[in-house]
């Protein structure tokens, strides 16, 4: 029995104490943002391993069957890489290569738009990004953002409708979010619904350049109906019984013609 006992022993410690023959690791090389952060790698060996290298601004953590790998935000000014190398019996190892950045590398907003009612509100929309975010908002609206989320909050809007960007920047990346409010009244049109025609500037005629060279000045007129406002022309020298000079001003393309807020 004692003997048996022994045998059991030693072979566990033989098992437990021997450098690993083979050392895998379930990823290869791991990332870290500016921020820093931790994650873990699997390790699957037959025996012992232990951490022979990592980079200085590494901090490594081997347990039992995995190694934890943290590093604190990258003050450094440059992208810093290097290996972590763990080590079974001589001649045994296995490579980690970590990399943090030493910037922002992305800004992705889930949507790129946020609109309110005119009676306001909060909306938020996911924001994946890798360093710290700086939001600044128009005039109407507030933003801020924290946790992965930018949060949007505007005040019950008894104007013009509102609109503006909200600018996210994080180191040389910048992302930007429309946001727009109903309101009462279009601001673009002041509640017409109807804008100047931007082709006439209002007067309903446009004037056209007639090459003498080609055409009779004195049969074709300078002045032609504006066809962006209503106006109609078949082209003849004469205008005939259906021409109509423009109206002078187009249907508002912020309201849709309503003249109400949107
Ligand atoms: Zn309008
Ligand atoms: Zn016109």
Redesign the pocket.
Known sequence: MKKIVFFIVTTLLLVSCGGASSIEVSENQVSFSIEGGEKSVNVTADGTWSVSDSPDWINTDAQNGVIIIRTARNESGAVREGNIVLKGKSGVEATIKVKQFSKCTHITAASSKVEFEKEGGTETIAIDTDGSLQVEAPEGFSASYENGNLTVTAQANEGGAKRGEIKLTCDDQSATIYASQKGNVCQRCGGTGKIT??????????HVYVNPEFVDPSIVPDQQP??????YWDGTTEYTAEWRQ?????KCPDCGGTGTGH
């Open positions: 025609c931007p082709k006439c500037k209002g007067k309903g005629l446009v504006c066809e962006k406002c209503g106006g423009g109206s002078g001003h187009i």
